[in-house]
Nanobody, 128 residues
Framework: QVQLVESGGGSVQVGGSLKLSCAASGGTFNRLCVAWFRQAPGKEREEVVHRYTVVGLPYPYYADSVKGRFTISQDNAKAMTYLQMNNLQPEDTATYYC???????????????????WGQGTQVTVSS
């Protein structure tokens, strides 16, 4: 059983930055596909980012809405996944979730239903 714990959320003003962290335990980290999702009130949960590999090299998939502003990184030794969020906008306000599953990450968008393991979420609020 994989456990995921997010941290790093908070309140920032427009244009600010936050770095979210996702700590994984109870599994084999380098076999997991780990993704970040977010859900705003009244909206469906949407994927933000994940990393997939091609010939052993990591590549990021980003939702169009965050390209150029968000960056995913991972520390396999610490079983950590990070989400650096820059130039935050009010539309980024949401609860951010870390999700994982034992499969190869796709090169395109993933659906929430693909992932059996979820963290509790961390709130990000961006005010103007």
């Amino acid at each position: 059983q994989v456990q995921l714990v997010e941290s790093g959320g908070g309140s920032v003003q427009v244009g600010g930055s936050l770095k979210l962290s996702c700590a994984a335990s109870g599994g084999t980290f380098n076999r997991l596909c780990v993704a970040w999702f977010r859900q705003a009130p009244g909206k469906e949960r949407e994927e933000v980012v994940h990393r997939y590999t091609v010939v052993g090299l990591p590549y990021p998939y980003y939702a169009d809405s965050v390209k150029g502003r968000f960056t995913i990184s991972q520390d396999n030794a610490k079983a950590m996944t990070y989400l650096q969020m820059n130039n935050l906008q009010p539309e980024d306000t949401a609860t951010y979730y870390c999700a994982a599953g034992y499969f190869y990450c796709a090169s395109g968008a993933s659906r929430p239903g693909y992932f059996p393991y979820w963290g509790q979420g961390t709130q990000v609020t961006v005010s103007s």
